[in-house]
């Protein structure tokens, strides 16, 4: 089992920037496929992106795409996902997660079986 810990959220006015960590104790991610998913209340937990253990190319929403892009350093153990451009549709608590065992990162939450307690993201307009 892995650890994860989100970080780097906070509030932000409309068209800033912010960089997320989900970083891993426990045992390394380097190895694992790592997703961020986004959750208001009283809705379903969105996927958001998502790195494969291979390679670098990350695989977004269509919501992100273009603002939002998703890497790892695998020196420190650590998945970050960079966000410019931001709107109030973005305010979220974000998520990461992460999944050994599969051979492509995917967007469905079930799929993976680590999580972390979430970080607020609030945009103001």
């Known amino acids: 089992q892995v650890s994860l810990v989100e970080s780097g959220g906070g509030l932000v006015q409309a068209g800033a920037s912010l960089q997320l960590s989900c970083a891993a104790s426990g045992r390394t991610l380097n190895n694992a496929n790592v997703a961020w998913f986004r959750q208001t209340p009283g809705s379903v937990r969105d996927f958001v992106a998502a790195?494969?253990?291979?390679?670098?190319?990350?695989l977004y929403s269509d919501s992100v795409k273009g603002r939002f892009s998703i890497f790892r350093d695998t020196n420190k153990n650590v998945v970050y996902l960079r966000m410019d451009s931001l709107n109030a549709e973005d305010t979220a608590v974000y998520y990461c997660?992460?999944?050994?065992?599969?051979?492509?990162?995917?967007?469905?939450?079930?799929?993976?079986?680590?999580w972390g307690q979430g970080t607020q993201v609030t945009v103001a307009s």
């Open positions: 997660a992460a999944r050994r065992g599969m051979l492509e990162p995917t967007k469905d939450p079930r799929d993976y079986d680590n």
């Open positions: 790195i494969g253990w291979v390679g670098s190319l990350g």
